[in-house]
Each structure stands twice: as structure tokens, then as C-alpha cells.
């Protein structure tokens, strides 16, 4: 039987007299393992030691001995399942490989190990970490200077980042850079290496293999580039890409170098049929190695769907819809033919030549049909019961692949081509559903909006069906053998009271269970980002608090206890020394505001108090306008608390966050375009971006609550000139409109987001709309709305950039405007919720935004979601805002 890491680590450390003195502690990622009297430096000189996941065993039993009879802390990857993701083809190119860290306790020390180690692991095979540099040419012991602890210093962006300290005390970021990037003032411990290629000079052009020219970096990947390079033999554009050594290494010791051999050899085989890239040649430079292939000149389907999406609003046309699902059938018919099984076919892994011409590229996965392989597959469009069978791991015999695993993969690609659904799923807990059952409801629900999807649901429900009833390959083609029927759009189902309330229920309780006021933070934070403030709205336990209070308030009696334990639980955490930034999402204002909410609620006059002196003491000298990170989320709060308080200390500080934001956009030097006359005030010019989040619309949104309740026109004036620009840069599609991010940026149009986007800029307008009676404002707010509601199916749950945040305009507008229409759009936006939701331990829950996992924070996870189905099924403001101009009504709490 295989030994643990850490059973291999006791071993070594149960001779060390006396017996004990060592600790070993496990955490989520990393086992560390401390000597007795440690004093941890904060920075300096450390060592990574790489391995692959058959290698890691012996790196770790060598490198323990040298480290535990040296005394030196360190740390390594807690499993094998760890070891893998840590080195694999995906993982982050400035972590990859570090398998092992160790904490010198001076540089004397760390040469002395660095030696040792290198004489230790002389042979072991393990990738190159690409943000150290090696001790020795191909050893396994890197170096690089940076913390030696986890980053507890907030960043202005409101989340934990190292910081070093120059030699003069100033700090500078631990950079993470996949090159060496040391601090110039941090002298390297050894010598550098002679240049790899001498007389080369940075710059100067890239020849690879001593006739490809690199023209462009396509993508860069722990594997190794992408590349379009020049042929200077031929005079042609190439396709190269790059495998690196031992990176993504198997049990068998095979790693992306022999993946990308094999993807040669399969390229050999498909291209005389015409489905694939043809193969030019294969190389070793430097131990890389690289496959040289026929640039196909053209887009991603994954890229190609999403543009006809957005240029169609959504509506792709059925026959272009059917024409590229006959020539899908025809690509993966030809594939078969040939002897073989893609298993890994997806949008990204499709490329549109000129004419709309679909190719198969990236087919390193692709196996003999029914011999048994190594399990491969992307979540989401690679068949479930394959992906996720047996022969996952290496304790159970590789199954072989079928047809049927591709029949899925084509039924799932088709499903996204034609409505930008993202198919992935969030795994039940026992019993689960099928994943049949769980596409099918999703293509039933979304159906109706997408004539291209309704054309093609029985192929899709066929190919993405369970077991025996899966539709062949032949079967699809025959079905695409004749002529589409098109139908209009109609509207799609709404959620039901009954659904609504279930996953009211069941997410309350989940949050009510899942509560640990013992930890670092109180509810676990989201693995898909950076450790932030446990205190915040974005990702903390501020956001959580302000809807259990929303639930309490409306009558959910038994969410109280929650509420009361993380009110106690916020209190606490803010009387501990650290940095407080503004923000009202990712620094404190959101915090106070819901901490002095819930108290209130819970009837407890004195952390009402308290919340109300902390918001009092929160800094608002900052260089940052936005409602996310600065001085118009700090206002909003402000303002909000002396509504609520009646204490006059908040309108003095809001007019301080006022006058402080037109300042900085008065003076910024760039920012966004302002395209208007002389008439219309443009003082938010220099706001960064357009949206709700990050720019003009949170920030006049501001200054419009602001000047409407402190009576200070011009500030009301400077909003509406906020207003005349949103409209005149918006992109209007028929009888919608969509926003950039800010100017010349394309990254972000045509998705709907609150924090840059669309909806974002629609929360604004109709507040504007209300104050004004412009119907001018009314009009655009209708298009953001409508773009959003279109956006539906194509976006994740979340508040901050999904579907939670976006019908929450919706709501908007019914409460504007009185019309119904809007509310059942949302209750539409609703359904799109539920039947994306998974099933864990008998609850229905609402993933994140990675649809992958539960999560609680409120602008990526559960927290928000519940906070539109409570407006949605109750009424009751929208959060974070403050809407309703009117005089303090409650007690000072300050008297």
C-alpha cells in the first residue's frame, strides 16, 4: 500500500529526540511542518523543490532528512490528488511545481541546504518552476525571495497580497511572476547561470527549432505556448505549440511532452480525412518539445458562438444552427470512421475556418475506440458517467470509450452554440438525478427564448440523454437530414411560488448549518478567489449578515439565530487591528451598514452603537471614487446611516465622500469618454469605466441619493450629466442597448454585468428616470433591462455577474414603472435558478458562479441569489441602495 506524505514525514520525524518537539499541521492545500522553537522570518531567500506525482514520495522522504536535521521549516503539497493539480497542463504558471518549500532561517542556511537538497534529488524527475531560478542547471531546487507566511496585508482592491519591505521600509508587492522577478534591491544568494542562448538579447526576435520565426503569442499555458510563428524554410504561418518537461507527468512517468507526440500522431492519421490541422513536424529544443502544424486561420467556436450571440441578441439563426450541427455530426462521423473517440470535444477545442468551415484542434485526448485509456474530459461537455466513473483515479482499471462519449459532447456543444449555456452541472449528493434529467429541464426552460435550440431539442436531448436511450451519430445525422422548423420567441416559464420557496428554505438553512464562528472566516470562503476580508460584503460575512436580516425581517423566524450569531461574530472581528478600507463591497462601509441593520433587527440598542461608531471611524481620505472599492460605496453607507440613525455626523461625512469623489474625477487625468456638449456637466469624467461597480453609473447614482437628500442640486446635476453620457455611448441592438466597459475596451460588451456592464448602467437610468422624468433615461433603462433579461440563460447565478443581480433591475423597473411585465421577466430569471440548482444533503441550492460549488458570499454566491428571491417573492427595496428620500426616522443610537 502506498504511504502518505505525511505518514512518510512522521516517520522521519518520530527518531528526532525529543519525540513531539516537531509540529505537523495539515491545511486545505499544504501539510507544514515546524521544528520546535520556530521563529518564522516574515521575507528572504526560500527553496521550492519540484516533482511529479510519481516522483513526489521519494522527493519528499530525501528532502525531509536534510530539512529536519538542519531545523528548517517547511511545507509540502497535503496529497498526491494536490501534487497532480499543482503540476498539471492547467494549473497556474507561477505556483506550478512547487511542491515543497522550505523556510531558511538565513541565507547562510539556505545555501547549505540548497546543496544538500540538489545531492538528495539529483535525478527525480520534476518540472522547472517558472518563477524561481534553478540552483543548478535540470536540479529540482529553485529559489526565490518573498514572505515566508501568508499574505496578511489588504491590497486597495480589498483583497490579501504579500508585501515586502525595501531596505528604505517602503512596500512593494511579493510578485508572482512565471519568470524570476526578484526585488532589484534583494540580492540573488548564488550566481546567475551563463544566458541560454549566448548573445541573445532580450527583445530581440524568437527563433524556435532554427527556422520558425514566433510572430505572436497565441495563449501561454503551464504546458507550454502557443504560438503563431513564420516558417522562414517555407515562407508560411505555422501553428507551434510548446510541451514542456515533466509538466502534467502521470503515475507511468508520461507527461505533456508525450501527450503532445501522441496528438501528432493522431493529427497524422485525421488530416487526410479533413477534420484536423495537417502535421508539419515535431522537435526537441532544450528538452521542450514542439509540434508544428497548418495554422487554420480563423475563431474558436466557443468565440464564433459568442459573437453571433451577441449580434443577434441571443438568437442565432436556425438554419446557420443546423448547418454547423450537420458538420459537427459530419467531423465526429469521420473521427470514428477513422477508429478513434475524441472524448475531449468541446467548443474550444473547435476552430471555424473561413466559411464557417469547423475543424477539430487541441486532440490530445483522443483514443483508440474501446481500448481502455486514462480518463479524460472537460467537465460540462465531456459525457458524466465517463468523466466521472470508474478509472478516474489510479486505483481502478481505465475504461474504454464508446461513441456515446462523444454523442454527449456534440449534444452539449450544440446546447452552448445556440444559447451561450454553459452545461457543466454541480454534483448532487445521494440520491443524485441523472444528468440527462438535469439538461433536459434546462433545454425545456431555455427552449422557448432560442429558435435555434428549439430547431435542434430533440437532437440535443437525444445525444445528451442517459444510458441506452442516448442517440448514435447516425441517428443525430438522420434527424439533420431535412429541412429546420423555425418559431418565434415566446417567453419562457416562470418560477412557481412553491419553487421560490423551496430554495428560500432550503439556502437559509444551508447558511443557518453551515455557520463557523470559529473559523477564519464564518462562512468558508470561495476557492475560486483570493483570500479578502472575512469582514466584507463581496466575499466576508457582511453580505450573508444584511440577508438573514432581510429574511428575518420578512418573517423567517428561524434564520435568527444565524443572524445573531454572525451580528456577535462581525462585532468581535472589528475591534482586531488591521486595515480598514472604504468600500462599500470590498472594504467595511457594507459592513457597518449591515451590522448596524441587524442589530436593530435583533433589538440590541448597543451593537447598533457600536456599528454606528465604527462606520464613524471608517477613513474616507482615499483615492478611489467607485461604489465597489471607494468614496461612492462609503457615501452610500453614510447616507443610508443617517437615515437610519438620525445622527448628523453621516450627512457631514457623506458630503465629505462627495465632494472628495468629484475631486478625483474632477482632476483625473484620463478616463472615460465624455462625448457631449458644454450643457451637460461632465465632472465624473474621469471615471474609469461606465458601470455600476467600477464607474459613472455607481458613482452619479451617489451623487444623485446624495444630492436629492442633502439638497445640493448641483451634485443631482453632475448625475444627470452621468446619465446623458451612459446614453450617448450606449450601443443600441434593435429594441435593446448594451455598454462597454469604459472606453475603447471590447472586452466586456455583450455581456451583462452589474459591476461593468449593462445591467449596471440600467440601475442607474431608472433611478435617474424617477428623479428627472426624462423618459429620455426611462427608454435606456428599458433597453439595459431587456438586454439582461435576454442574457439569461448565458451568464452564472451571482449577483455581482450573473443572473441574480441583473433581474434585480427588473424588479427595478416593476417598482418604477408599476407594470407587471417586468416582474414576470424576473420570475422568468428566477426559473433559469432553479433548474440550474443542485442538490446537496435533500436541499436545492444555488451553485456559484463557477457552477461548480455552494458557496455563501454574496456578490459570487448564495447569499445574493437569496437576495433577489426574498425582493422577488416579498417585495421590499433592493439592497445596497438607498433609494427613498426622506428624513431620519429612527433614534439617534448616538444620544
Known amino acids: 500500500m502506498t504511504r502518505s506524505y505525511q505518514s512518510i514525514t512522521k516517520e522521519i520525524l518520530s527518531a528526532v529526540s525529543p519525540p513531539g518537539a516537531w509540529q505537523i499541521r495539515d491545511g ?25 506525482p510519481a516522483s513526489a514520495p521519494a522527493v519528499l522522504e530525501h528532502a525531509a532528512r536534510v530539512l529536519v536535521a538542519h531545523e528548517c521549516a517547511f511545507k509540502f503539497a497535503v496529497t498526491p490528488r494536490f501534487t497532480a493539480e499543482i503540476n498539471s497542463v492547467r494549473a497556474n504558471r507561477a505556483q506550478s511545481g512547487k511542491f515543497l518549500t522550505a523556510y531558511p532561517a538565513d541565507d547562510a542556511q539556505l545555501r547549505v541546504l540548497a546543496e544538500q537538497l540538489h545531492a538528495v534529488t539529483l535525478g527525480l524527475p520534476g518540472p522547472a518552476i517558472l518563477s524561481d531560478r534553478r540552483y543548478r542547471p535540470d536540479s529540482l531546487v529553485h529559489y526565490r525571495f518573498g514572505c515566508f507566511a501568508r499574505p496578511r496585508e489588504l491590497t486597495d482592491e480589498g483583497f490579501y497580497e504579500g508585501r515586502l519591505e525595501a531596505p528604505d521600509g517602503t512596500l512593494v508587492p511579493d510578485r508572482r511572476d512565471p519568470w524570476f522577478s526578484p526585488p532589484a534591491w534583494a540580492r ?62 502521470d503515475l507511468a512517468g508520461r507527461d505533456a511532452r508525450d501527450w503532445l507526440r501522441y496528438e501528432a500522431d493522431i493529427l497524422t492519421r485525421l488530416a487526410p480525412r479533413g477534420v484536423t490541422p495537417a502535421v508539419r513536424e515535431v522537435f526537441e529544443s532544450a528538452g521542450h518539445v514542439f509540434l508544428v502544424e497548418d495554422l487554420i486561420d480563423g475563431k474558436s467556436l466557443q468565440q464564433w458562438a459568442a459573437d453571433r450571440l451577441n449580434d443577434t441578441d441571443g438568437r442565432l439563426p436556425v438554419p446557420r444552427a443546423w448547418r454547423l450541427a450537420r458538420e459537427l455530426v459530419r467531423l465526429l462521423g469521420e473521427v470514428h470512421a477513422a477508429g478513434f473517440v475524441v472524448r475531449d470535444f468541446k467548443p474550444s477545442n473547435v476552430v471555424m475556418a473561413p466559411g464557417d468551415a469547423p475543424v477539430l484542434v487541441d486532440m490530445e485526448c483522443t483514443v483508440r475506440l474501446d481500448e481502455p485509456a486514462h480518463v479524460a474530459g472537460t467537465q ?33 456543444t450544440l446546447l452552448y452554440v ?23 429541464a434546462i433545454v425545456h426552460a431555455a427552449a422557448p427564448a432560442f429558435p435555434a435550440l428549439r430547431a435542434l431539442a430533440p437532437l440535443v436531448l437525444g445525444l445528451t440523454a442517459d444510458g441506452p436511450a442516448r442517440w448514435s451519430l447516425p441517428r443525430a445525422a438522420a434527424f439533420l437530414d431535412r429541412e429546420p422548423a423555425a418559431g418565434p420567441v415566446r417567453a419562457g416559464p416562470t418560477a412557481a411560488d412553491a419553487d421560490l420557496d423551496r430554495l428560500i428554505d432550503d439556502g437559509l438553512a444551508h447558511l443557518g448549518d453551515t455557520i463557523d464562528p470559529a473559523g477564519e472566516y464564518l462562512w468558508a470562503r470561495p476557492r475560486s478567489l483570493p483570500y479578502g ?45 488591521g486595515r480598514v478600507l472604504p468600500g462599500l463591497y470590498f472594504g467595511r462601509s457594507g459592513t457597518a451598514w449591515a451590522l448596524y441593520d441587524a442589530a436593530h433587527t435583533l433589538g440590541d440598542r448597543q451593537l447598533a452603537r457600536r456599528a454606528s461608531e465604527y462606520a464613524l471611524r471608517i477613513p474616507l481620505e482615499w483615492n478611489n471614487p467607485d461604489i465597489c472599492h471607494g468614496l461612492a460605496g462609503a457615501g452610500m453607507a453614510q447616507l443610508h446611516l443617517w437615515h437610519a440613525s438620525g445622527d448628523e455626523r453621516f450627512a457631514d461625512r457623506v458630503t465629505r465622500c462627495a465632494e472628495g469623489l468629484l475631486r478625483i474625477t474632477r482632476n483625473a487625468e484620463t478616463g472615460v469618454d465624455w462625448p457631449l456638449g458644454p450643457e451637460h456637466p461632465d465632472d465624473l469624467r474621469g471615471s474609469v469605466l461606465y458601470g455600476f461597480g467600477h464607474g459613472v453609473a455607481g458613482n452619479a447614482a451617489f451623487l444623485l441619493a446624495a444630492g436629492r437628500d442633502l439638497k445640493r442640486p448641483e451634485w443631482t446635476e453632475t448625475a444627470v450629466g452621468g446619465g446623458h453620457l451612459l446614453c450617448a455611448v450606449a450601443e443600441r441592438r434593435g429594441d435593446s442597448a448594451r455598454w462597454p466597459k469604459g472606453p475603447r475596451r471590447t472586452d466586456g460588451v455583450g455581456l451583462n454585468l452589474w459591476c461593468n456592464g449593462t445591467s449596471g448602467v440600467g440601475t442607474f437610468l431608472v433611478r435617474l428616470w424617477r428623479a428627472t422624468h426624462d423618459p429620455y433615461f426611462r427608454e435606456y433603462a428599458e433597453r439595459a433591462a431587456l438586454a439582461a433579461y435576454r442574457d439569461r440563460w448565458r451568464l452564472g447565478p451571482g449577483t455581482c455577474h450573473g443572473v441574480a443581480g441583473n433581474a434585480e433591475l427588473l424588479l427595478d423597473l416593476a417598482d418604477a414603472t408599476g407594470e407587471d411585465r417586468h416582474r414576470v421577466r424576473a420570475a422568468e430569471m428566477a426559473h433559469c435558478l432553479f433548474v440550474r440548482a443542485t442538490r446537496r444533503n435533500g436541499r436545492l441550492l444555488v451553485p456559484d458562479d463557477t457552477m461548480r460549488e455552494v458557496c455563501a458570499s454574496y456578490n459570487v454566491g448564495l447569499a445574493g441569489v437569496l437576495d433577489f428571491l426574498l425582493r422577488l417573492r416579498l417585495g421590499g427595496d433592493r439592497s445596497w441602495l438607498v433609494d427613498a428620500g426622506r428624513s431620519p426616522s429612527r433614534p439617534n443610537d448616538h444620544a
Open 188 to 249: 540573488p544568494p548564488f550566481d546567475p547561470p551563463a544566458p541560454a542562448v549566448p548573445g541573445r538579447r532580450r527583445g530581440d526576435p524568437v527563433r524556435i527549432g532554427g527556422r520558425y520565426l514566433v510572430k505572436e503569442a497565441i495563449r501561454h499555458s503551464n504546458r507550454g505556448g502557443v504560438y503563431r510563428a513564420l516558417d522562414e524554410h517555407t515562407g508560411d504561418d505555422v501553428l507551434l505549440k510548446e510541451a514542456r518537461p515533466h509538466v502534467g507527468a
Open 28 to 52: 486545505e492545500s499544504w501539510c507544514m511542518v515546524t521544528p520546535p522553537r520556530h521563529e518564522r522570518r516574515s521575507q528572504g531567500w526560500k527553496l521550492h523543490i519540484s516533482a511529479t
Open 380 to 412: 460540462g461537455f465531456t459525457a458524466p458517467e465517463y468523466l466521472n466513473g470508474p478509472g478516474r483515479d489510479a486505483h481502478t482499471a481505465p475504461p474504454a470509450p464508446g461513441p456515446d462519449v462523444d454523442a454527449y459532447s456534440l449534444g452539449a
Open 533 to 577: 476580508d472575512a469582514c466584507n460584503v463581496q466575499v466576508g460575512a457582511a453580505g450573508v449578515l444584511a440577508v438573514l436580516d432581510r429574511a428575518v425581517r420578512h418573517g423567517y423566524t428561524r434564520a435568527e439565530p444565524a443572524l445573531a450569531a454572525a451580528a456577535h461574530w462581525l462585532d468581535r472581528r472589528l475591534t482586531l487591528p
Open 418 to 440: 445556440t444559447t451561450g449555456i454553459n452545461p457543466v452541472q454541480a454534483a448532487d449528493t445521494a440520491p443524485a438525478r441523472s444528468s440527462g434529467d438535469r439538461i433536459a
